[in-house]
């Protein structure tokens, strides 16, 4: 019986998955933050509070400069032997974990603005308001900023429990892409069919 | 894959190692989420309880019944050399406030309780807020977020006599001995027949920082002009006469208060609200506050405003007070609700926010 994987090669930039290790530190820490400080009674809620908002400017910049860098590297291929309906559930929540980590931060400013607050990043330093003060559109926003951050919680959830399933159960090279490629994974870039012309290429393919 | 050994495995151990890991992190979650400790005080539970009167939508849960002020802070930039804050050096800063009783009940009658609150939002240069709910007691009953809530529960109303269970709130006060200087005071406390002639405390210690970055635990108040208090007197049979009064006082003209921020000596307490601080400790005049207009809560200014007394500027900053993170995280709670029942309720009245972000 010989059941191995179609060859899964190549593997993240080494700068894409610094970002993403950084970034899953970060949102990790951001999404207990935000469900604690809400719950809270105690002097914790002031300094989850004083942590949530930098804390989440931080991830919306470097969303921007993960996709910068996304677009500039494109990540590997998913292993050819996928079937496709795990291939769309891992491309949608790939796309729908951008989505949210762009728009929270965004949803966050947006909220503080409609309730008049202050949206302060830590001492004098203040951000403008996004919108003008209204109370009913802070109220969805604020309902949004939740649900969205549960839905956030959970496509985690969802992604390391595939990223495992990969690692574990597949075996099929997804999670040392991310984690730590071996070095033929990294160099065996399934070279592009280039049909041959005259000259050679003058650049590498990589 | 570059490793020929590695074969697709379905070893029921490997699953489990997928299911703990996730499970791991859903239930740390929801920890911090409070969800899995309901014994455990949130804000939720407190605003829950606030709520036991009775819901009132679009109210706040507690100091439901109010009215929105407008004015402005004139500073005499006394204070400064305390605080860096900006809102203390010489000059205007734009005020929006709010006079209400405590309680949850927007149609309490005014007679029905001797305290009045009053809240502001200075609105500072460059995004600073400074918030400040105060009220017109010396002290505030109990010093921690939890002694709060069991007096909550303890003087909820009965559900088979409508009033308080008297032997619950005895129970209370005896054991709670902080609660002793509150009660010796509202013994004697009557109703004032004007929100203009009361002094309003705000409670908690905070720290003021100087511009070397000295911190500095103050408490502060404002002290009134106007104390003719005696003269005029409720009119019987009026629940709303605070408001009347208000509006009459300010037609004549634009109502005064000062600022006064009183500095601890080492020693006096910063973490305990239930405890004055001597009475000669240094006071500082840091400037006037003028109230110029009023409007009806349901429409006015101040209505979609958190007196979230955690708001400040630098220059200010909270205490080692526990009531100030739990006053904090529950006006939170109390804003979310009504603001949604407002955004649920679209035939409410609209506030007018004219002139008021600052922008």
């Known amino acids: ?206 | 894959m570059t490793d020929p050994s590695l074969q697709p495995s379905r070893q029921p151990w490997r699953w489990a190692v997928i299911a703990l890991a996730v499970g791991a992190l859903a239930a740390a979650f929801a920890y911090v989420g409070g969800w899995l400790t309901p014994q455990r005080l949130s804000s939720r539970q407190i605003v829950n309880q606030l709520q036991q009167g009775g819901v009132h939508p679009g109210f706040r849960r507690n100091h439901a019944k109010g009215v929105c002020v407008a004015g402005y802070f004139e500073s005499s930039g006394a204070a400064s050399a305390y605080s860096k804050a900006s809102v203390f050096a010489p000059g205007r800063t734009p005020v929006i406030g709010r006079f209400a009783l405590p309680g949850g009940n927007p149609y309490a009658p005014d007679s029905s309780v001797p305290i009045r609150s009053f809240a502001l939002r200075f609105t500072l240069p460059h995004g600073e807020q400074w918030r400040t709910g105060m009220n017109s007691m010396p002290v505030f009953p109990v010093a921690t977020p939890q002694a709060f809530y069991d007096q909550l529960v303890a003087t909820q109303p009965d559900p088979a006599t409508g009033k308080p269970d008297p032997k619950r709130v005895g129970a209370f006060f005896a054991a709670h001995p902080e609660t002793g200087p509150f009660l010796a005071w509202v013994k004697t406390a009557k109703p004032s027949a004007s929100y203009v002639t009361e002094t309003y405390e705000a409670l908690n210690a905070f720290y003021f920082v100087d511009a070397e970055g000295k911190r500095h635990a103050v408490r502060w108040e404002v002290t009134p002009e106007a104390n003719d208090d005696a003269g005029t007197g409720p009119q019987a049979g009026d629940p709303d006469y605070l408001a009347k009064d208000l509006q009459q006082r300010l037609a004549q003209g634009p109502q005064r208060w000062h600022l006064r921020i009183t500095l601890a000596e080492p020693g006096d307490p910063t973490a305990d609200a239930t405890k004055a601080w001597p009475a000669d400790r240094p006071t500082i005049d840091a400037g006037t506050l003028v109230i110029e207009s009023e409007q009806a809560q349901d429409s006015g200014p101040c209505r979609d405003i958190n007196y979230d007394p955690t708001v400040l500027p630098a220059g200010i900053e909270i205490s080692d007070d526990p009531l100030l993170p739990a006053r904090s995280s529950a006006y939170a709670v109390s804003y979310l609700r009504r603001t949604r029942e407002e955004a649920h309720f679209p035939g409410a009245p609209r506030a007018n926010p004219s002139s008021e972000h600052p922008q």
């Open chain 1, 1 to 206: 019986m010989n059941t191995r994987h179609a060859s899964y090669a190549g593997a993240f930039h080494p700068l894409a998955r610094l970002l993403h290790w950084l970034m899953a530190v970060l949102i990790l820490t951001m999404l207990f933050v935000g469900v604690g400080m809400v719950s809270t009674v105690s002097e914790k809620h002031e300094w989850l509070l004083a942590l949530h908002k930098p804390l989440g400017a931080a991830i919306f910049l470097l969303a921007l400069i993960r996709l910068g860098v996304r677009l500039r590297y494109p990540p590997p291929p998913l292993p050819a032997d996928m079937p496709a309906i795990m291939k769309f559930a891992a491309h949608a929540s790939h796309w729908l974990l951008y989505a949210l980590m762009l728009s929270l931060p965004l949803v966050g400013w947006a909220m503080l603005s409609a309730g008049g607050y202050p949206i302060s990043l830590g001492g004098s330093l203040h951000l403008p308001p996004l919108l003008p003060f209204n109370g009913e559109v802070f109220a969805w926003l604020r309902e949004a900023h939740r649900y969205l951050a549960y839905l956030l919680f959970f496509t985690v959830l969802g992604h390391m429990g595939a990223a495992l399933y990969h690692g574990l159960i597949r075996r099929d090279g997804v999670l040392p892409s991310m984690t730590f490629p071996s070095k033929n994974e990294i160099v065996t870039v399934e070279p592009v069919v280039v049909v041959p012309t005259s000259e050679p290429p003058s650049a590498p393919l990589l």
